[in-house]
């Protein structure tokens, strides 16, 4: 088992469509979870960061399920700008600094 | 505010050749550094990590190494290129204290090897 599993996408959804990406990681022990968005041929840029009681940003909202240890991102009013690579990112300092990426799960937003 | 540099942005080089590539913060002191690699269409893999200078963690064992000379310097290198070593070598930096450990990448280097 992966440690960091994403769904493989890709997503294709229209303008104003309602977008659910999922994520689950194996380290009960891990202490962080972020989401970030990679462009193509660009680095990644931290979306949000994803709280226990979880967390919004306009029409972004994050979720963190401890016991079931996953997350998830929802995208609200899909914009045609969204699409890009979404990536869940677990942290863990337990036995050493430990950072582990998502494969990745890629959205188009069509017209 | 904080940034971070990366160069060169692309590079060819032959098989066989050695490899240096820079990396710099600005504005934040003693913050944890990290080169990941990121191979075509895959995920990024992790490969050195500093929490100091002179300190550097290797994820994966390879033909690569890593040094920190200075607070906010960190390179990579290799004295001999492989085919595999291809790939887009992106630098980051999180801050030490906070505890929230995000990570702020550069632009990256796009690392052709023939």
């Known amino acids: 088992r992966k440690e960091v599993e994403q769904d493989p996408g890709p997503f294709n959804v229209p303008e104003g469509a309602t977008v659910a990406f999922n994520c689950t990681y194996s380290n009960s022990a891990s202490q962080s979870f972020f989401w970030y968005r990679q462009d193509c041929r660009k680095e990644p840029k931290l979306l949000m960061s994803?709280?226990?009681s979880g967390n919004e940003d306009g029409r972004f909202t994050a979720q963190l399920n401890r016991a079931s240890q996953y997350i998830s991102l929802l995208i609200r009013d899909s914009k045609l700008s969204d699409s890009a690579t979404y990536l869940c990112?677990?942290?863990?300092?337990?036995?050493?600094?430990?950072?582990?990426f998502g494969a990745g799960t890629r959205l188009f937003v069509k017209a | 505010s904080q940034t971070i540099h990366q160069w060169p942005a692309t590079l060819v080089q032959p098989v066989g050749s050695p490899l240096s590539l820079e990396c710099t913060v600005e504005g934040t002191s003693n913050p944890n550094l990290y080169w990941y690699r990121q191979a075509a269409g895959r995920g990024l893999q992790l490969l050195f990590y500093s929490v100091g200078i002179g300190q550097i963690s290797s994820e994966v064992p390879q033909n690569l190494s890593a040094s920190r000379p200075q607070d906010r310097q960190f390179i990579l290198s290799s004295k001999k290129l492989l085919l595999s070593d291809s790939g887009f070598y992106l630098c980051?930096?999180?801050?030490?204290?906070?505890?929230?450990?995000?990570?702020?990448f550069g632009p990256g280097t796009r690392l052709t090897v023939l």
């Open positions: 994803v709280y226990s």
């Open positions: 990112v677990v942290f863990s300092n337990t036995g050493g600094f430990k950072t582990i």
């Open positions: 980051a930096w999180s801050p030490i204290s906070g505890g929230g450990y995000e990570q702020f």
